[in-house]
């Protein structure tokens, strides 16, 4: 896969993108990531790339052309158009599920605004799709390509030493990852569970599945309404929900006797 950022920031975008796991995968031919400094492709002899709107306003907008010419650079050669991604606190947010759509691509080009943002036209050009990190907004867009590019570029294949490295983690199968624990097994006097010591295999399995959909439930429950689960999923869910209304009850009761004794 070939993934290429165009942005005001290339040494921010290359500090990152050469380092650690991605940076192996790249010297191991197995991911390309490109950084154009948009400032290479303006016109303009003191290498402007923003000028005022129009209709006024405060701030500055980045210009079509130079973000154009430097697509246009990139891509002039290929044999196919990039899937072009804007990332832009007006984009659809960004998940796993996408995350893991764009890798099935063969290449990705990313645009990272500034300023008050991008002339509209240029946007409309070339742009095929928005993306955000959320509902928030940042000085620039480089944060938001690089947290696309990484999530993408370490689903491509040979970048993880193993499938599982990911098939595992949050989001993948639309459940929260199961908490995990390493040596020693007993620190600050908090021991690990001792089953995960205890090399049963299919226990271990049954119990992470279970912290899996406990976290979920806890942390974040809407998404268990799109997760894909199993009849012995809901079995346990439909249990853990008793357990919450037990315990709920249990402390309503005990606050009503704290009441009634004072």
Not at 18 to 35: D, L, M, N, V, Y
Not at 145 to 157: F, H, P, Q
Not at 160 to 184: D, I, K, M, W
Not at 240 to 256: K, R, T, V, Y
């Amino acid at each position: 896969m070939r993934i290429d950022i165009a942005t005001l920031f290339p040494e921010v975008c290359e500090a990152y993108t050469q380092a650690s796991i991605i940076g192996r995968a790249q010297k191991a031919g197995k991911i390309t990531i490109c950084c154009h400094h948009i400032r290479d492709y303006t016109l303009d002899k003191h290498r402007r790339v923003d000028d005022t709107p129009y209709g006024g306003g405060k701030g500055m907008l980045m210009q079509a052309d130079p973000i154009y010419r430097c697509y246009e650079s990139v891509t002039e050669l290929l044999p196919q158009k990039p899937h072009v991604i804007y990332l832009s606190p007006q984009g659809k947010t960004f998940t796993q599920q996408r995350a893991v759509q764009l890798a099935g691509l063969e290449h990705i080009f990313l645009i990272c605004g500034h300023y008050e943002g991008v002339d509209q036209r240029v946007l409309d050009e070339i742009v095929d799709e928005e993306i955000s990190l959320g509902d928030f907004v940042l000085t620039g867009g480089e944060l938001a390509a690089l947290a696309v590019a990484d999530a993408v570029a370490r689903l491509c294949e040979g970048v993880l030493a193993e499938e599982v490295c990911f098939t595992e983690e949050s989001h993948y199968n639309g459940l929260l990852e199961y908490p995990q624990y390493t040596r020693p097994p007993v620190w600050h006097g908090r021991a690990i569970p001792e089953l995960l010591a205890s090399g049963h295999h299919k226990n271990i399995e049954t119990w992470k599945r279970q912290k899996s959909l406990e976290a979920t439930r806890r942390k974040r429950p809407e998404l268990l309404k799109t997760a894909a689960l199993t009849k012995e999923d809901i079995a346990f869910l439909r249990q853990l929900e008793q357990q919450i209304a037990d315990e709920q009850a249990f402390l309503q009761e005990l606050e009503q006797k704290m009441a009634e004794d004072q």
